[in-house]
């Protein structure tokens, strides 16, 4: 099975800070990842998938890279509703699986 | 676009089954399939499984094989996942999400609201 391993698990920015979020996979997916936005009480929303690519609707302050074991989620300038938690999750190989998840808060 | 809309909050005795139902709208229901996801409290999300809603297929992970079972029911849009032999651990919210194609290796890009179940010993 894969694990994903995501860092840092909390973080404290303020409005306007670029914020950045790790996501390792313990083995190769190539670019089978995506990442979720998580608000309190709801359910997750999709924001990126197969790694860098923009789900339709979701702003432009939002960006991922990455390829093979190594990923990055990026909020180029964070926004007090941004405040959520993000999940990666890997579709390479079943079982599918997810990151621990990173809580961003504002400073 | 589309729109899940799960079944109400459970409250189980330990050792009892539970059966969450998830109606789809708003998409062509047999053409994707429909994973189950849960999230204990104040923990990450968890995949249990996947059903294609086009011919029934399954894959559930190895931590649930045996105790959940996933069905469909395309006359009324509508998926289910039943857990058996309930534990206290079971306590989550209990997602269904939409895939993004006709495979279980794909996105999850529409979620229902969640259903909350409670295990009590």
């Known amino acids: 099975d894969i694990q994903m391993t995501q860092s840092p698990s909390s973080l404290s920015a303020s409005v306007g800070d670029r914020v950045t979020i790790a996501c390792q996979a313990s083995?190769?997916?190539?670019?089978?990842l995506n990442w979720y936005q998580q608000k309190p009480g709801k359910a997750p929303k999709l924001l990126i998938f197969?790694?860098?690519d923009l789900e339709t609707g979701v702003p432009s302050r939002f960006s991922g890279s990455g390829s093979g074991t190594d990923f990055t989620l990026t909020i180029s300038s964070l926004q007090p509703e941004d405040i959520a938690t993000y999940h990666c999750?890997?579709?390479?190989?079943?079982?599918?699986?997810f990151g621990g998840g990173t809580k961003v808060e504002i400073k | 676009q589309g729109q899940l809309v799960q079944s109400v909050a459970e409250v189980k005795k330990a050792g009892a089954s539970v059966k969450v139902s998830c109606r789809a709208s708003?998409?062509?229901?047999?053409?994707?399939?429909i994973n189950w996801v849960r999230q204990a409290p104040r923990q990450g999300l968890e995949w249990m499984g996947w059903?294609?809603?086009?011919?029934?297929?399954?894959n559930y992970t190895q931590k649930f094989q045996g105790r959940v079972t996933m069905t469909t029911d395309t006359s009324t849009s509508t998926a289910s996942m039943e857990l058996r032999n309930l534990r206290s651990d079971d306590t989550a919210v209990y997602f269904c999400?939409?895939?993004?194609?006709?495979?279980?290796?794909?996105?999850?890009?529409?979620w229902g609201q969640g259903t909350m179940v409670t295990v009590s010993s």
């Open positions: 999400a939409k895939g993004g194609s006709h495979s279980p290796y794909d996105v999850f890009d529409l």
């Open positions: 708003g998409y062509t229901f047999n053409t994707y399939g």
């Open positions: 059903i294609s809603v086009y011919n029934g297929n399954t």
């Open positions: 083995q190769d997916i190539t670019i089978y």
């Open positions: 197969d790694a860098s």
């Open positions: 999750q890997q579709y390479g190989s079943l079982p599918l699986s």
